[in-house]
């Protein structure tokens, strides 16, 4: 078994649990997929956290980058200086998304070919795969159009959100055209692909970003409070 294979093992025994308690393939899916998403939003939260420290920081960081750019060592001496000062590390930015890829590519494995991962004891799941939903005929079969669409378009909303996130000044990066590309293209090539994936991942994929969507918004409000204290607190100081 590879690596992914061995995460997506045990999150084969969650499925089967919830299937045991709901008795819908469909449904178990639907509550499978928030409670991934409940269990990874601790990590998009420190991403929004760690967005603000460095909008905080940036003004510091080009002003380094200003006063040493004919000189290379100092100025990577200064930046390792200021991480140091302010305590913060840029490559945590990186962490969530590093934690989530092998549970996101072994949640892609099982739901591609959930059966290899099912618990020992539970045929009846060997069925339940096949079940309909909605109009769905079947869950391990292709949906061509509806689900995919769907998915593409929650996938759209949750990307736009997620680039709102964001700290601010990126926007005006030289990164901004290449993400607002991808802000296009990316929900395009989810239904494109889910054209072709079996239909219980293609659900997968639209509740999940129904959730990112969700989360978005409750992070938002989280991160807009957090602004007005370090505003309030500032003004104290003054």
């Given at each position: ?168 000044g990126q926007?005006a990066n ?65």
């Open positions: 078994m590879d690596f992914f294979g061995f995460v997506a093992k045990p999150l084969g025994y969650l499925l089967t649990g919830i299937y045991d308690i709901v008795g819908n393939y469909g449904i178990t899916l639907i509550i499978f997929t928030v409670i991934v998403r409940l269990c990874l939003f601790p990590l998009y939260a420190n991403q929004i956290k760690h967005q603000m420290r460095m909008s905080e920081v940036q003004p510091k960081i080009q002003e380094i980058q200003r006063k040493y750019a004919g000189n290379r060592e100092e100025m990577g001496r200064k930046m390792a200086e200021l991480q140091k000062e302010e305590n913060y590390n840029p490559a945590r930015g990186c962490l969530p998304m590093l934690i989530q890829m092998p549970i996101l590519i072994g949640l892609f494995t099982l739901l591609r070919d959930p059966i290899s991962y099912l618990a020992k004891g539970h045929a009846d799941m060997i069925l339940a795969v096949h079940e309909k939903f909605f109009w769905i005929q079947d869950l391990s079969q292709t949906d061509l159009w509806a689900l995919p669409i769907l998915a593409g378009v929650a996938t759209f909303f949750s990307f736009s959100l997620t680039q709102a996130q964001n700290a601010p926007a030289q990164m901004a055209g290449m993400m607002k590309m991808m802000k296009y293209f990316f929900p395009v090539m989810i239904v494109w692909m889910g054209r072709s994936f079996p239909a219980g991942l293609t659900l997968y994929w639209f509740i999940g970003n129904i959730c990112s969507i969700i989360q978005n918004q409750i992070l938002r409000v989280w991160r807009k409070k957090l602004e007005q204290k370090k505003e309030q607190k500032g003004k104290k100081k003054k």
